[in-house]
């Protein structure tokens, strides 16, 4: 962005063009103009005050606080990140060939105010401290074919929170426009067990569709169609929809209802109410020591055997080596350990095969490689007998090429072949088949705020890099559970940053799973809410498992917030959802060292 010496440079230029149009103004038909232009002025700015929130902005690290206020009751707070600079924008109508001013208040450090699509100039103001209310200022003259500008303030990157308020653009306004006509035609389509698709006529005018679910927003579309996803298999539904230009938003269309199938939606339909899911050390030792199938205590529904490794990161050949003599001395021997699979199935427990983890990393790169995934995977599953797969795939496994932007329409080749590779294993073994991941939340919550390499690149490509795989397979997919551990400080849906080491991170990665959220900060983009039958927290057993840990009264509190909204933090959820399946912990070899703490507090809280 602009520095000092561009302010400057602007500064002569604004100079000298306010030389001329004082010459201008004294030729005596251009006075007369000048005047009528200025009565029909007014400030166009929608909501500049930010009393009514964040309506009329787009505004993805944004948020209204109630102090510092330059005048009224709110203001504007935006927290840039390392790669954002936490813009906030709207677009405005203006006239062709027209003069504006751009007015507002900022506080901190390194605030800009500005428009673009001027069609002439675009322009930038910027403080570079503003301890207290400071007042920003520029004006710029539109195209002869301007009708649309776009104002906007942000802040710069990596530095702390700005604060914005009072922001107008004055000057004579658009073309009068009225709010489109509501949408006929609405229709539903293709219903499966946790969606419903609908379509109805274009309405002239509008430029976008808002979709209704029993009478709540859930999502905006360019488009005459959208498909609803994570609903509750067997339920009905209320659908409406709206058509939306910049002159607002029409009446609802006339409601149509759809009643969801009662398919499974991921298998398994003989999973308790309520799991708990580790990992069992099945192909190394460390410090926790090994521990033998046979011995895990029936209060473990899900059991991941870990793991299952590549020959190479791209070969797609995967194999499962069980820890040796020599590195776990007490090691059950195959029949044993095979007969044990058996026994924990007998007993109503799951237990999967699961690949990747801190080491193996998998790049499906392709097809060739997905297929030979599929069938060591399969041959795996068939050998030892097992319930299913379990997709841990970290590191650099899982990224997004340049230009693949649409988490529904995946392009890069490592995304599509793992789509197309568990799609496949899931219509081989049928409804019965086990299909759980456990991303890190860099995978899935980040997508948040940023998705692969950004609009404009630079951005790591593996930010969000799971939606993708996750949004294809919520169908199939038993659990998702993402790990809570080893994590960077994460944005929650209340625009703040979370971290680490108590409850609150754990509900804001949870509730955003289960309320869906805008990827990217697009709003016509927005990554559906699972199921909470679908979802377990992912946590470490202890302090030697991982960073993370949290005591089990912390992981009380989470589950309190989010099954009974009882017992909250700072965060305040979404929804309550007493539906949610379960834990995860790394791992059951940990937990036993400690003494059983995880499982124990899973055991008393759900009985």
């Given at each position: ?8 440079s ?23 103009l000048?005047?009528?232009?200025r ?18 902005w ?70 570079q ?7 920003l ?17 942000h802040g710069w ?9 009072d ?6 306004g658009?073309?009068t ?8 035609g ?9 969606s ?11 430029t976008?569709y ?9 999502q ?7 498909t609803?996803t994570?609903?509750?298999?067997a ?36 999973l ?8 069992l ?8 020591g ?12 899900i ?7 590549p ?5 797609g ?5 069980r820890?040796?003599?020599?590195e ?18 007998a007993?109503g ?19 060739a ?12 599953i ?20 340049t ?5 529904k329409?995946?392009?890069?080749p ?29 995978f ?7 998705y ?38 994460i944005m929650?849906l ?10 609150d ?24 809410p ?12 202890s ?11 912390e992981?009380?509190?989470?589950l ?8 909250c ?9 007493p ?11 940990w ?17």
């Amino acid at each position: 962005m602009d520095r000092p010496d561009g302010t400057r440079s602007s500064t002569r230029t604004r100079t000298v063009l306010a030389a001329l149009t004082a010459a201008l103004l004294a030729v005596p038909g251009i006075t007369v103009l000048s005047s009528a232009a200025r009565a029909a002025d007014a400030d166009l700015a929608r909501n500049g005050g930010f009393e009514s929130g964040l309506d009329g902005w787009t505004c993805p690290a944004g948020t209204t606080v109630g102090s510092p206020v330059h005048a009224g009751t709110t203001a504007l707070q935006a927290t840039p990140a390392g790669s954002d600079n936490a813009q906030c924008a709207q677009t405005v109508s203006v006239q062709p060939d027209a003069q504006y001013t751009l007015a507002g208040y900022v506080r901190g450090s390194y605030v800009y105010l500005g428009a673009s699509g001027t069609g002439t100039t675009d322009v930038s103001t910027w403080t570079q401290s503003a301890p207290d209310w400071q007042k920003l200022s520029t004006t710029f003259r539109t195209g002869p074919d301007t009708t649309k500008v776009t104002i906007y303030t942000h802040g710069w990157y990596g530095t702390g929170a700005y604060y914005a308020d009072d922001v107008s653009l004055t000057g004579p306004g658009g073309a009068t426009q009225q709010p489109p006509a509501a949408p006929a035609g609405l229709r539903t389509g293709t219903v499966t067990a946790s969606s419903v698709a609908l379509s109805w006529s274009a309405v002239t005018g509008a430029t976008s569709y808002a979709v209704y679910r029993d009478g709540a927003k859930v999502q905006t579309v360019s488009g005459t169609s959208a498909t609803l996803t994570g609903l509750t298999a067997a339920t009905a539904y209320s659908f409406q929809v709206t058509a939306v230009n910049d002159a607002g938003e029409s009446a609802k269309s006339a409601a149509v209802t759809a009643t969801t199938s009662t398919g499974t939606g991921g298998g398994s339909t003989d999973l308790p109410a309520h799991a708990l899911v580790g990992y069992l050390h099945s192909s190394f030792a460390n410090g926790s020591g090994y521990t033998r199938l046979a011995d895990v205590p029936d209060s473990w529904d899900i059991i991941d055997l870990a793991f299952g490794e590549p020959t190479s990161a791209t070969s797609g050949d995967i194999r499962f080596n069980r820890c040796p003599a020599t590195e776990c001395p007490n090691v059950e021997s195959d029949a044993d350990f095979k007969a044990a699979v058996k026994a924990k199935q007998a007993a109503g427990k799951k237990v999967l095969i699961s690949i990747g983890g801190a080491n193996g990393q998998v790049q499906l790169a392709t097809t060739a490689a997905r297929d030979t995934f599929v069938s060591s995977v399969s041959k795996i599953i068939d050998d030892y007998g097992l319930d299913g797969l379990d997709i841990d795939f970290e590191g650099h496994s899982l990224s997004l090429n340049t230009g693949d932007t649409d988490f529904k329409n995946p392009t890069t080749p490592v995304i599509v072949n793992l789509i197309s590779a568990l799609k496949t294993l899931k219509a081989k073994y049928g409804d019965k088949f086990v299909l759980t991941m456990a991303p890190e939340t860099f995978f899935v919550q980040m997508g948040y705020q940023y998705y692969g390499t950004g609009q404009w690149g630079g951005q790591d490509p593996r930010c969000g890099a799971y939606l993708p795989v996750i949004h294809a397979l919520r169908d199939d997919l038993t659990l998702l559970h993402v790990q809570d551990y080893n994590s960077g400080p994460i944005m929650g849906l209340d625009n703040q940053y979370h971290s680490m080491g108590g409850a609150d991170f754990h509900t804001a990665m949870t509730d955003m799973l289960l309320t869906g959220f805008p990827v990217a900060g697009n709003a016509n983009n927005v990554f559906p809410p699972l199921r909470p039958d679908q979802v377990s927290i992912g946590m470490p057993a202890s302090v030697n498992a991982g960073n993370g840990y949290v005591a089990p009264s912390e992981v009380t509190k989470t589950l309190d917030c989010l099954t009974k909204k009882a017992n909250c933090g700072s965060y305040t959820t979404h929804g309550t959802w007493p539906a949610l399946r379960g834990l995860m912990t790394w791992s059951i070899n940990w937990d036993r060292f400690s003494n059983w703490e995880f499982q124990k507090n899973f055991d008393a809280y759900f009985g």
